[in-house]
């Protein structure tokens, strides 16, 4: 058994990144694997090493597959939900504003937001999205603290001075929805996308649905390592980072469900929206 001896500190992603990591090894090498099928019958098969699939196209993660930075679908009687799926690029906020733009607001009866396949970014982009959902500055949960660094009280052996800074959100100067907001996550969800749960989550803004996020850093300290390699040091340990934020309620979605092609978890998120109507 490998998986103890996996470099990975949260225990709510180790077990999908080790084991997807047990599949690495040499191209075209073969790997021998025991299969539960739907049934609960169990059997063995191999595939090969190759990134391909039987037809001979590239093996993709089905979520990167034609997938758009921003889709917007339409999920019940106005409800719309928002895929959001990197903050790696402007141009999801971008993207965003567009498909908001298109929508009546008055007619609006919630909006989902779909981050459990979101990997982070850029914590800006996903400000920029909040600065929509809201009236009035809400705080982010980002504190930035640092030494103030005087030659002087070293040289008298006075302690250094701190100084720290919390950052908030203001609203966009454009028109703002204000009605019911949910935001689906998983253990997937990471870096950038754990930033924008934040202050959705702790302003009361959004209700989060779904599994704890990964507890990843999107402020990590890189070093390059003489012999090859990086080392990556997370140096700040507030909020979520080792631990992830939690859902308001768990949802987690069963092998029945992906078999069944059943969104548990969105199904969820409608019924939280319009239990807020009553």
């Known amino acids: 058994n490998k998986l103890p001896y996996l470099a990975l500190s949260q225990t709510q992603r180790e077990r999908l990144a080790n084991v997807s990591s047990l599949l690495k090894g040499k191209k075209n090498s073969p790997v021998k694997l025991t299969v539960s099928d739907i049934d609960g019958s169990k059997r063995e098969t191999t595939l090969t090493r190759n990134s391909a699939l039987g037809k001979g196209n590239k093996f993709l993660w089905s979520t990167r597959i034609d ?4 889709e917007v679908k339409k999920v019940d009687k106005g409800i719309f939900r928002f895929n959001l799926r990197s903050f790696a690029s402007d141009k999801t906020a971008i ?33 920029r999205i909040i600065s929509h959902l809201i009236e009035k500055p809400i705080k982010t949960g980002r504190i930035f603290k640092a030494r103030e ?17 919390e950052s908030s959100l203001t609203p966009s100067v454009d028109e703002h929805y204000l009605g019911p907001v949910v935001v689906l996550i998983s253990r997937y969800t990471g870096s950038a996308a754990e930033d924008f749960l934040v202050p959705l989550k702790y302003s009361k803004r959004a209700v989060l649905l779904g599994e704890t996020t990964s507890g990843g850093t999107g402020n990590g300290l890189n070093t390059i390592l003489p012999g090859g390699g990086m080392l990556r040091v997370c140096i700040n340990t507030d909020e979520y980072v080792g631990c992830g934020v939690s ?31 009553n």
């Open 247 to 277: 859902p308001d309620t768990e949802v987690h979605q069963t092998r029945d469900d992906i078999y069944r092609g059943y969104d548990r978890v969105l199904t969820k998120a409608i019924e939280v929206i319009k239990e807020s109507e």
């Open 149 to 165: 660094y005087r030659p002087l009280y070293r040289l008298r052996g006075i302690e250094q001075d701190w100084y720290e800074v």
């Open 95 to 127: 993207l965003f504003e567009e498909e908001m733009a298109k929508l009546d607001l008055k007619e609006i009866k919630g909006i989902i937001l779909d981050v459990r396949y979101n990997t982070g970014g850029n914590s800006s982009v996903g400000d």
């Open 67 to 70: 997938s758009p930075l921003v």
